[in-house]
């Protein structure tokens, strides 16, 4: 499996979302190889999209989505569940794609529809925030060339708050996947 390059990640952020799916996570850990597909994700455009965690501005919590792409964004939600951004496009930008739903390839026990047990299933919580895409151990990788996927596009989930930013048809997933977290 080839390790995707960093260039892969800085472009614009519905480009790598879209691109995104079909490729494969990969986490090592205690000698354990645990792999997903991506079948399912959402583009965060960054600080003037209403609904990214970047629209509050550069904090510590926000600062690894303003920084250089090809990192992992990697937070806590409802203080118990981890989620994971791909940090895309040029620093400073601060945009991020989040990893929705995996289809299970290897070493994953539990399920792997939502953002919170995908992390837990790939073993993924918050010290690997900033953690770098482009490494041996935790990194994002391509099986070559296969069929091209039919994509299905919905408004993100979770962000009625954002207003108009709600209805923007920015999360994408690989259709009749049974993996992907809502219809």
Known sequence: MEILPRSFFDRETTTVAKELLGKYLVH????VERIGKIVEVEAYLGDHDRASHSS????K????MFGPPGHAYVYMIYGMHFCMNVVTEREGHASA???RALEPV???EGRTKGPGLLCKAMHIDGNMNGRDLVSD???IGSAGVGEEPVIVKRPRIGVEYAGTWA????RFYLKGNPFISRA
């Open 137 to 139: 151990d935790f990194h």
């Open 106 to 108: 290897r070493n994953l």
């Open 167 to 170: 209805r923007r048809l920015l």
């Open 97 to 99: 794609v989040l990893l």
């Open 56 to 59: 509050r501005g550069h904090t």
């Open 28 to 31: 090592r850990i205690g000698g």
């Open 61 to 64: 919590r926000t600062k690894i």
